[in-house]
């Protein structure tokens, strides 16, 4: 078992930054890469980002791309993701998730652990 633990979410306006944090304990010997997704409400879960943990080799979605910084700190079994020029439609209920695939697969069910969420509102 995996537990992720995500923090940072808030309320900010629009052209703002907030820092998310994913903290990784329990079994995480299995883990390579790890992810970031968000879901909006009444709206399907998205890939956000995600991070090679071995290499820190990143990946984005095409709507972050410019504006977000995925990185890791393995010592800290933490992963970040670096949120500017926030936008009124990035808000969403933000997950981290770990997967034992060797490199980023921007798709949810290729993800086994999960974190519980947390809540990034963008104000306009």
């Known amino acids: 078992q995996v537990q992720l633990n995500e923090s940072g979410g808030g309320l900010v306006q629009a052209g703002g930054s907030l820092r998310l944090s994913c903290a990784a304990s329990?079994?995480?010997?299995?883990?390579?890469?790890l992810g970031w997704f968000r879901q909006a409400p009444g709206k399907e879960r998205t890939f956000v980002s995600g991070?090679?943990?071995?290499?820190?080799?990143?990946r984005y979605a095409d709507s972050v791309k410019g504006r977000f910084t995925i990185s890791r700190d393995n010592a800290r079994n933490t992963v970040y993701l670096q949120m500017n020029s926030l936008k009124p439609e990035d808000t969403a209920v933000y997950y981290c998730a770990t997967s034992n695939y060797v490199v980023v697969v921007p798709a949810a069910e290729k993800y086994e652990y999960w974190g519980q969420g947390t809540q990034v509102t963008v104000s306009s």
């Open positions: 329990g079994r995480t010997f299995n883990t390579h890469t």
């Open positions: 991070i090679v943990l071995s290499s820190g080799a990143p």
